[in-house]
């Protein structure tokens, strides 16, 4: 917790490396459906909208649809401070995954964390606009897998915030053109949805463990 990686994980706040304890596959396991819990408490994001009308379910996945101009950006910020869950001694942190973002966004994000002194519990994988597009690809598998091993390993309760999933999107429709695969509607690979629920669908709750992954 407290760290910054880039979007294939490597450390980019000069903290000096990570000693791993346990190495992951970052494309996870596909969660066994009868070790699958029942969600039935909530994580409390401040923001009434959510709160009141769409609950954000722990364990389960949220998604927040926005467009061009809008302040996506404050919102997924305001969620990390205020987000918090009722239990009192239960462990809860925030695995942040900012994709194809510019430069002064993710030192918006950065300051923003810092200042209102939710670092602590938060980790970070930050991918620029200017990087590679196969590291794009790989950041919310990065953060997915760190949320996994800090749910199901340390007993936390995790919330993953991935923005935004269509500059993930943007960066799958490049790679597969340059690979020439078959595009299909607006250019997208065929198997976009598929794809997209490989990493919706590591979100959950399981017995053989006291954490949760929610998205």
Do not use: W
Request: some cysteine; charged content about 20%; proline content about 5%.
């Amino acid at each position: 917790l407290g760290r910054v990686f880039n979007g294939a994980g490597a450390p980019v706040d000069g903290l000096g490396p990570v000693f791993a304890e346990k190495t992951m596959d970052i494309n996870g396991l596909p969660m066994n459906p009868v070790t699958r819990v029942y969600p039935r408490n909530y994580i409390n994001t401040g923001i009434s909208a959510i709160d009141c009308l769409s609950t954000l379910i722990r364990g389960q996945k949220l998604p927040i649809f926005s467009g061009p101009g809008m302040s996506h950006d404050k919102l997924a910020v305001q969620i990390v401070k205020q987000a918090h869950i009722s239990d009192a001694d239960a462990k809860f942190c925030v695995v942040f995954a900012a994709m194809g973002v510019k430069n002064d966004v993710a030192d918006y994000f950065s300051h923003s964390f810092e200042e209102a002194g939710v670092m602590d519990r938060t980790v970070m994988f930050r991918n620029l606009a200017n990087d590679p597009i196969i590291e794009r690809i790989l950041t919310p598998r990065c953060a997915l897998t760190a949320a996994e091993y800090l749910a199901f390993e340390q007993n936390m309760h995790v919330l993953v915030i991935m923005t935004d999933v269509t500059a993930y999107c943007e960066a799958l429709r490049e790679f597969s053109s340059s690979k020439g695969e078959i595009p299909s509607r607006k250019g997208y690979p065929g198997y976009l949805y598929s794809d997209l629920a490989s990493l919706y669908e590591r979100a959950g709750i399981i017995r053989s463990a006291h954490g949760s992954v929610t998205q």
